[in-house]
Every structure is written in structure tokens, then in C-alpha cells.
């Protein structure tokens, strides 16, 4: 099975974030897990993706680059 290209990723993360509304985040693993049943793979494309996004990545409420954030990350509409 391929992995799903960028713009596939790029939808399902806007999808989410729609979804949720102003305010409120979600785990970038939502995204994958709409992915692909064997999401754990996926996870750093997903936030190589979001980093292109007009999303804001947050770890503990503090903004937070999803490139080099270590451990779990929160993602909502910037």
C-alpha cells in the first residue's frame, strides 16, 4: 500500500480542524488514523504537513514548531 501523498494529508488535517471549530485542538494521530490503519508511520509526514498548514502547533498550551517538538503535539485553525 502507497502512502498517502501531501495533499491528501493537507485535507484530512484542514478537514479536522474544521471540524473542531475555533479554539479547540486535536492530536495530529487523528489525521493518520483517517489515513491509514497502520498510522504510526505516517506520523512525521503528518507534521511536516501541518507545518505548511495554516495550523498552530501547541505542546502544554505553549506554541511549539512541529518539526522539532519532542513527544505529543496539539494542532488547531491558527
Do not use: H, Y
Request: some cysteine.
Amino acid at each position: 500500500m502507497s502512502l498517502p501523498d501531501d495533499t491528501d494529508i493537507a485535507r484530512v488535517l484542514l478537514e479536522l480542524a474544521r471540524e473542531r471549530g475555533a479554539g479547540k485542538t486535536f492530536c495530529p494521530s487523528e489525521a493518520a488514523r483517517r489515513l491509514s490503519d497502520n498510522w504510526r508511520p505516517l506520523m512525521p509526514e503528518v507534521r511536516r504537513v501541518a507545518a505548511t498548514l495554516a495550523l498552530v502547533a501547541t505542546q502544554k498550551g505553549q506554541p511549539v514548531d512541529p518539526l522539532i517538538a519532542k513527544g505529543p503535539i496539539r494542532l488547531a485553525k491558527a
